[in-house]
């Protein structure tokens, strides 16, 4: 099926036509982001939807509240994620585009409102700095792609958006193999180079052990984890470590 297929079959769900409906009431504009369109571009099934609303702070509160839905809302990272049961959608997450400062190498990141463009610069790898806007009566615009993200899919590699990314959040390290393993993509050879290097200068150690763990047991739930354990384990990171400091 085609993108835009795709994308009215997903939106067409009542909840999610619930978030788009409200965000169109208060004239906030809203995209469909991240790994969703990765995912429908690769042809993947798509379990979680990532929307992005394009508004203030107090604008964002106000939508979130007029949805009624009962979730999980990070008033800190301006994020609303609930459950959906009847659908092949599991969940929807909804977040302000924002722009991030990291305090400093390892720490969680200081976010405020910011734009959509603004929002795909702050991310992790290029195939997920893409967004898509949704306009009024499911209308489906053009992709948001400012770092080629297109390119490397088609390309099929991981690619940072720049060098200090591993220094400001570490965990992006497992989240390179996990992509890279599950959709068969090549971690492009600079990229490798800054995981190698943040490892080698301790990056890893600037996180905290509990979203260090996290991120292991999002390695294991993948369909191919012994082969992520392999690459981690090449790299040097050995899941025993991480397994005895949370004991």
Known sequence: MKLKDVLLSILSIPDIDLCLEHAYKREIPIYVVGGTLRDILLGFRVKDLDLVVETSVENFLKYIESLSKRGRLLKRFYTFKFTIDYSEIEHVDIAIARKEVYPKPGALPLVEPGTIVEDLYRRDFTINALAI???????????IDPLDGIKDLNEKKIRVLHDKSFIDDPTRIFRAIRFSIRLGFTIEPHTYGLIESAIKNGALRTVGIARIKKEIDLCKK??????IFQALKALGILLEDFTELGN
Do not use: F, L
Request: proline content about 6%; charged content about 55%.
């Open 133 to 143: 806007p949704i306009y009024s009566d499911k209308k489906i615009g053009d992709i």
């Open 222 to 227: 993948e369909e191919k984890h012994r082969e």
